[in-house]
Protein backbone atom coordinates (compact mmCIF):
# COMPACT_ATOMS: atom_id res chain seq x y z
CA UNK A 1 0.00 0.00 0.00
CA UNK A 2 1.46 3.69 -0.89
CA UNK A 3 0.31 6.50 1.44
CA UNK A 4 0.57 10.19 0.03
CA UNK A 5 0.79 12.57 2.92
CA UNK A 6 0.05 16.48 2.15
CA UNK A 7 0.55 19.25 4.60
CA UNK A 8 -0.89 22.61 3.37
CA UNK A 9 0.18 25.37 5.64
CA UNK A 10 -1.33 28.21 2.96
CA UNK A 11 -5.09 27.50 3.64
CA UNK A 12 -5.17 29.31 7.28
CA UNK A 13 -4.14 26.47 8.98
CA UNK A 14 -2.05 23.56 8.89
CA UNK A 15 -4.43 21.31 6.46
CA UNK A 16 -3.10 17.76 6.82
CA UNK A 17 -5.03 15.27 4.33
CA UNK A 18 -4.05 11.74 3.21
CA UNK A 19 -4.75 9.64 0.07
CA UNK A 20 -4.26 5.89 -0.68
CA UNK A 21 -3.44 3.80 -3.15
CA UNK A 22 -2.98 0.03 -3.91
CA UNK A 23 -0.02 0.48 -6.87
CA UNK A 24 3.81 2.74 -6.71
CA UNK A 25 2.24 3.98 -10.09
CA UNK A 26 -1.08 6.03 -9.32
CA UNK A 27 0.88 6.83 -6.31
CA UNK A 28 3.70 8.45 -8.05
CA UNK A 29 2.07 9.92 -11.06
CA UNK A 30 -1.11 11.64 -8.02
CA UNK A 31 2.31 12.95 -6.21
CA UNK A 32 3.27 15.00 -9.33
CA UNK A 33 0.38 16.86 -9.72
CA UNK A 34 -0.10 17.42 -5.78
CA UNK A 35 0.43 21.01 -4.38
CA UNK A 36 1.32 21.81 -0.85
CA UNK A 37 4.26 19.71 1.14
CA UNK A 38 4.17 16.26 0.41
CA UNK A 39 5.47 13.00 1.36
CA UNK A 40 5.62 9.23 -0.08
CA UNK A 41 5.01 6.46 2.26
CA UNK A 42 5.04 2.62 0.96
CA UNK A 43 3.12 0.84 3.97
CA UNK A 44 4.45 -2.95 4.95
CA UNK A 45 1.79 -4.48 6.70
CA UNK A 46 3.37 -8.07 8.31
CA UNK A 47 0.65 -10.03 9.84
CA UNK A 48 1.83 -13.77 10.65
CA UNK A 49 -0.70 -15.25 12.69
CA UNK A 50 1.66 -17.82 14.21
CA UNK A 51 4.21 -15.07 15.63
CA UNK A 52 3.85 -14.24 19.09
CA UNK A 53 5.21 -11.59 21.02
CA UNK A 54 6.42 -13.63 23.87
CA UNK A 55 7.79 -11.28 27.18
CA UNK A 56 9.25 -12.60 30.31
Given at each position: ?17 M ?9 R ?28
Amino acid sequence: MWVITVINAYSGGNNVTMYKFETEKEARETFENLQGCKILSEIICCHHPSSTLVTT
